[in-house]
Nanobody
Framework: VQLVESGGGQVQAGGSLRLSCAAS????????MGWFRQAPGKERESVAA????????SYADSVKGRFTISRDNAKNTVFLQMNSLKSEDTAVYYC???????????????????WGQGTQVTVSS
């Protein structure tokens, strides 16, 4: 499985970006998908996750109400819409796939099997 993120860039505080993650494989609809981020000098943290069907989602408290995760199983793509961006959102953002067939949603990085290469998001104040 290959995951390729896109959509990162530089934006001013208060602005928006939409990240995309395109996945290979014919069984994308069976993957739990997650977005994580890592800022310089900090540990990787979970941002959002979405269940196989998209019916269930979860968010880190720091992004609730500002970020929205969604997926298009027909296009093997998961999205992260980021609004009202803050300087503290600056990080490399990674998408990840859990191929175990889990029916729910989770933010446990250790349970994700495949990771993308990451895309840089820089928010200037």
């Amino acid at each position: 499985v290959q995951l390729v993120e896109s959509g990162g860039g530089q934006v001013q505080a208060g602005g928006s970006l939409r990240l995309s993650c395109a996945a290979s494989g014919r069984t994308f609809s069976t993957y739990v998908m997650g977005w994580f981020r890592q800022a310089p000098g900090k540990e990787r943290e979970s941002v959002a996750a979405i269940s196989r069907s998209g019916a269930s989602t979860s968010y880190a408290d720091s992004v609730k109400g500002r970020f929205t995760i969604s997926r298009d199983n027909a296009k093997n793509t998961v999205f992260l819409q980021m609004n009202s961006l803050k300087s503290e959102d600056t990080a490399v953002y990674y998408c990840a796939a859990d191929l175990t067939g889990y029916y729910g949603v989770h933010s446990d990085a250790g349970r994700y099997d495949y990771w993308g290469q990451g895309t840089q998001v820089t928010v200037s104040s």
